[in-house]
């Protein structure tokens, strides 16, 4: 198994911690954010580890990774960043934001997962956005699920009808991964498919999330499956969220 961690961006809403550094080499309790993630991964068996970089790209020296680069990193947005590590996507893969913590055992449940393509969402994600007011609910991926699959996936709906916020991580079989990069080849090359104007949350492709084109595989029937959680994760958008985080780590809970 391999996995791909997505960290091209410039992250401004971290400033001033991210004037100097890419956001996941910020470090939180005396530990950047990406060195904990890649303590995660080999406490799961997972050593071949590609980081795709953009901003400060030369900040980037830990050693045993895999890096790509995204230096366009200011005209695409996260589906684009992905691409760049194209040759970890040839067999099974993992896929993560840079932003976000999360325990082994979520890596772990994602693992086990038997699927083709798996996503971890918290189904208790509501409780963590009272007083987030610098990342509000309006931001969540919010996913809806019926009997295990993934039936839509956006942040344009009401989120009274979400069953959960994907969190970021998620998993591609051999044949997912074929899936995925096939339909993204289709969406980009083929005149007839093209949108004449947003790519389902983006205005353009280039500006896709990978949430973007996982909800194209849905729209196309192909099976998304959830993995559900309840909390053991953080995101760190804001400065808000990053003294939450530490809190979090103080009291062990990540």
């Known amino acids: 198994m391999k ?5 091209a961006g410039p992250s401004s809403r971290m400033r001033p911690l991210t004037d100097d550094s890419p956001k996941t080499l910020v470090p939180i309790e005396g530990k ?8 995660a991964y080999r406490s799961c068996g997972i050593d071949e580890i590609a980081v795709v970089r953009g901003y400060q790209k ?8 895999t890096y790509f680069d995204n ?3 200011l005209k695409n947005n996260i589906l684009s960043s ?3 590590a194209e040759e970890f996507m040839q067999d099974e893969f993992l896929v993560s934001y840079c932003d976000i913590l999360y325990s082994k055992e979520v890596i772990q449940k994602l693992l086990d997962s038997p699927h083709d393509i798996s996503l971890i969402i918290d189904t208790e994600w509501e409780e963590r956005y009272k007083g987030r007011t610098e990342h509000p609910t309006d931001e969540a991926e919010l996913a809806c699920v019926e009997d ?7 942040k344009f709906f009401n989120p009274a009808v979400a069953y959960g916020e994907f969190i970021g991580l998620a998993k591609f079989s051999k044949k997912g991964s074929e ?31 990978l949430t973007d084109m996982i909800q194209e595989l849905i729209a196309r029937g192909y099976p998304v499956h959830s993995v559900d959680i309840q909390k053991g994760w953080v995101e760190i958008d804001t400065m808000q969220d990053y003294e939450y985080a530490k809190q979090l780590i103080k009291k062990g809970l990540l």
Do not use: M
């Open 58 to 65: 030369e900040k980037f020296t830990i050693p045993n990774l």
């Open 71 to 73: 230096d366009n990193y």
């Open 179 to 209: 899936t995925f990069r096939r339909n993204y080849y289709r969406v980009r090359d083929n005149k007839w498919c093209k949108f004449e104007g947003r790519f389902h949350d983006a205005t353009i492709l280039d500006y896709a999330y």
């Open 148 to 154: 295990g699959l993934v039936t839509r996936l956006s």
């Open 3 to 7: 996995a791909i961690i997505l960290a």
């Open 82 to 84: 992905l691409f760049y």
């Open 32 to 39: 950047p954010i990406l060195q904990r993630l890649l303590e």
